[in-house]
């Protein structure tokens, strides 16, 4: 759990951790100097033998950063960053470790996910971002080769919008070298290409994550800046580099970056 001043989110997300059904995990909880009340909200946790804390003393000033170390910390096969805002139904990591392990080439499993303001409230779901790429694949679970993955989808949109929804195998993030320090909004996106470039994809389209959409996150704040098409394009030209592009995967690719570059100007 990486957190950086979330203190109003951080009990509900520590919990849902806590109280998964699957009993085998740590829980790693990274904060990064925060300036709210966090350090206090993580006292109440401390004393738990599943829990291990990290407090940095100065701010890395990228989540990216906190990933890796996170990841270096982890002493598990399987991986969850579970942002410190969102929060979990309890079966979340029980279904997502079953993915894994009934399909051991998949790279990373993950779920569908419930839309929440700071209240709690649904406002909608992940087929937001899907549904213009196609309707009706996201409304069922599927497996599906990560290469094929990358090249008709995730090369236009993210279509894995958050890290809380995902659950991934140590030795393949650490095989890819991790999340990309450089990146500042688009890691994610990043990372989750490079893992699916060696390995396949398992989803499960029950929504087991509620990822929480508020005015202070970073999505939020820096949506459509230059900075983000920057990385989108840097997105673009890794894939090609790492995997020849044929016409169709192009047509995406330009097609991505012409609507972010339009959005921006």
Known sequence: VPNYNHARFLDRRLRSVLDQTYAD????????????????????????????????DRNSGNPFVQWNRGVRLARGGYVWIAESDDYADPRFL?????????????????CQSWFVDENDRVIGNGTEWTDPLD??????????????????????????????????????????????????????????IRILLTSDLAFVAEPLNYFRRHPSTMRQQHSLTTRRVREQLRIVREVRSAAALPPAAWAIARRSLGESLSAVL
């Open 94 to 110: 029980e279904r997502l470790t079953g993915a894994l392990a009934a399909h051991p080439r998949a790279g990373l499993a993950y």
């Open 135 to 192: 309707p009706q694949r996201w409304q069922r679970d599927f497996v599906a080769p990560g290469r094929a993955e990358v090249l008709t989808y995730l090369l236009d949109s993210n279509t894995i919008p958050n890290a809380s929804a995902v659950v991934f195998r140590r030795e393949v993030y650490e095989r890819v070298h991790g999340a990309d320090e450089q990146m500042r909004l688009s890691g994610d996106w990043l990372t989750w």
């Open 25 to 56: 995990f740590e829980l790693i909880i990274l904060d990064d100097a925060s300036t709210d009340d966090s350090r206090a909200v993580i006292g109440r946790f401390a004393a738990d033998p599943r829990v291990r804390v990290q407090f940095n």
